[in-house]
């Protein structure tokens, strides 16, 4: 997997929408919890070696040299820093030692689709000193055709790199500096009107998207004999310029959008943990993460007059959006009983936001909106877990999370900039069996999310969001997680994931309309996958994997004409490997070329229709 958004497939109840920007303008779902998909703070929080990205649409790291990818589902606040309201992906990078390692690998593939990617580690100074550095491009032609430009106008490229050093000076104490950098230039976005054909678009403007990334961390680990630090210092900065997309999706010239924006993120955390294995276990931590937003909208249009002429006019949007984050949390657990755990968290967390937003609107110059609030919120857990034998757990959660509120830049209304804060009373149980021997591994769990204040995006016209709060809300589901070895080299993993996200009150601010009974947006209501892989000894292997994603409704009023009703998707490999490390493998994805959505934007009435079929060869050599 190269990204998180790959990552989803194989998670019961974990999606990501697809805006055809990278993150910018998605929205991460976990068991019903969602961000907004412009301001809002995140609910699924990504790290990267202990590292917080920032909100969801600055997410564009590229995956490579990874170790293995941690998904934690439901709120995590007593663990890690940066507010983990419904979960937590935790991405960690291999790491160098005494011996050398690396490796390499490319793709090429339909639409002249490439990818190179590559890591070497190992060390400087023996036992002292240790470096890692990897890199990635990509680049694909469009899928989309423009007739108007005689183009397919959605087309991409990538370059990402990243290096860290490795200091250890004694033997209990580690010093990690890293850093990355990533350079996107793409078209259009896979946006097409839904009256149309979905891989059309036939507009006047060819579309681009320009983002950048950078980042640097410092993080200091001490592994004593009696207790564990950590220290995490780090700084990414974010910004899309321009992003500039047709609002009316005709070749007729105005009409059209240009955003830029930049997002700064510094965030210092310190954790302190106990060794395993006493009957006591604790740990405890701080953390702090100032964020800083700036950004410009400007609109052209064409506006028609009663005598039948038109005549062009501009809006523009400028705004600085600051956040200050504050929190403690810890964690206490006794398992001084048999079989039994006993697990007692608490989080304090304190939030400063302001706004500073000057617009031009048709009729002119709108008042400038200059707003500040704070929002705190102690979040108490408590868990048990009981070993029923062995192989068998079951166990048992619940406590209450928090979600800051905060202000939307899209909108002029100072009464409609403001949102609410959103509480979630989470409760779990949950089953882990291994069976036949540890052949046959289990995961059964129950949730329930008692929400509210539920916080929902609204489009208004063309660009204009607002977030709104449904006075209550309820999230509950089921997962189901299955993998097996049925004989030597052959295994099958499968998921299921259930969800139902109901508001329970919410009357429209707007128009006064009862929503209450409809089901939140960006949330599928069913997720299945099923993945069959073969290795044969003689270095063989091949596998199929089939991922369902059920009806998603993409606006709070459920509205059938912006819903995608469920789709299936078929990939397989085929390939070969060797014992030095090399491999060849072919590749599909998509192969029954099902067209789907995995965005819908209301106001614009187009979706982001996904990728289709894509076919390819793959090289890879570790060492």
Not at 2 to 17: A, C, G, V, W
Not at 160 to 173: D, E, I, M, T, V
Not at 435 to 444: G, H, K
Request: glycine residues 10%; contains cysteine; proline residues 5%.
């Amino acid at each position: 997997r190269s990204n998180q958004r790959e990552l989803t497939d194989l998670i019961p109840n974990f999606s990501h929408t697809d805006s055809g920007l990278r993150a910018f303008g998605d929205v991460v779902s976990m068991r019903g919890l969602t961000n907004t998909p412009f301001f809002g703070n995140a609910s699924v929080v990504q790290y990267v070696d202990d590292v917080p990205m920032g909100n969801v649409f600055s997410y564009t790291t590229p995956l490579h040299a990874v170790e293995r990818a941690e998904v934690f589902r439901g709120p995590q606040g007593t663990l890690f820093g940066r507010n983990p309201y419904a979960g937590v992906v935790n991405i960690v990078s291999k790491r160098p030692t005494n011996l050398w390692q690396g490796g390499f690998s490319t793709s090429y593939g339909s639409y002249e689709s490439f990818t190179g990617d590559a890591y070497v580690m190992g060390p400087l100074v023996q036992d002292k000193l240790f470096f890692r550095l990897g890199g990635q491009y990509s680049e694909r032609n469009g899928f989309l055709r423009n007739p108007s430009l005689n183009a397919h106008t959605d087309d991409q490229r990538q370059l990402s790199g990243s290096g860290a050093l490795y200091w250890r000076p004694g033997r209990n104490w580690e010093v990690t500096l890293s850093a990355s950098a990533e350079d996107y230039s793409d078209g259009a976005p896979r946006l097409t009107p839904l009256a149309g054909g979905p891989f059309v678009l036939n507009t006047d403007v060819r579309g681009v998207s320009e983002q950048k990334a950078n980042s640097q961390a410092l993080r200091i680990a001490y592994d004593g004999s009696s207790f564990d630090f950590l220290s995490v210092t780090s700084r990414r900065s974010w910004e899309i310029d321009p992003y500039i997309f047709d609002l009316d999706f005709s070749p007729f010239p105005g009409n059209d959008s240009q955003i830029v924006q930049e997002q700064d993120v510094f965030s210092q955390e310190f954790r302190f943990s106990s060794k395993k294995g006493g009957d006591w276990e604790w740990s405890a931590g701080a953390f702090f993460g100032a964020t800083e937003v700036e950004g410009n909208t400007t609109r052209d249009f064409i506006v028609p007059l009663p005598d039948g002429s038109f005549f062009p006019a501009t809006t523009t949007t400028d705004y600085s959006l600051d956040e200050d984050a504050y929190a403690l949390f810890g964690q206490l657990s006794f398992k001084g009983i048999d079989r039994v755990g006993l697990h007692l968290g608490l989080r304090f967390d304190y939030v400063e936001k302001e706004i500073d937003r000057d617009g031009s609107g048709l009729a002119g110059p709108e008042p400038n909106i200059s707003l500040e609030d704070d929002y705190s919120f102690v979040s108490p857990r408590v868990g048990m877990d009981y070993e029923l034998d062995e192989s068998s757990l079951i166990y048992a959660n619940t406590g209450l999370a928090f979600k800051p509120g905060g202000f939307s830049a899209f909108v002029g209304d100072s009464s409609l900039s403001p949102y609410d804060e959103e509480r979630s009373w989470s409760t779990e149980i949950g089953w882990k069996k291994r069976w036949a021997d540890d052949q046959v591994r289990t995961n059964l769990a129950l949730f329930y999310n008692d929400i509210k204040d539920y916080q929902v995006e609204r489009s208004l016209v063309a660009t204009d969001y607002a977030v709104l709060n449904a006075e209550s809300a309820e999230s509950y589901g089921v997962e189901l997680e299955l993998q097996t070895e049925l004989f030597d080299g052959f295994t099958i993993e499968g998921s299921l994931g259930l969800v139902h996200t109901e508001f329970d009150k919410f009357t429209d601010p707007l128009s006064g309309a009862d929503l209450s009974g409809n089901n939140a947006p960006f949330v599928p209501e069913v997720d299945a996958s099923l993945a069959a892989t073969y290795r044969h000894s003689s270095g063989i292997f091949a596998r199929v994997e089939a991922t369902y994603q059920g009806r998603t409704y993409f606006d709070d009023f459920n509205t059938s004409r912006f819903q995608e009703n469920g789709y299936t998707l078929l990939n397989a490999a085929l390939g070969y490997e060797t014992e030095a490390g090399v491999e060849w493998s072919a590749f599909g994805r998509n192969l029954t070329d099902e067209v789907y959505y995995q965005n819908i934007s209301p106001d614009l009435s187009a979706g982001t229709v996904g990728s289709p079929s894509i076919f390819g060869v793959r090289c890879r050599y570790d060492f």
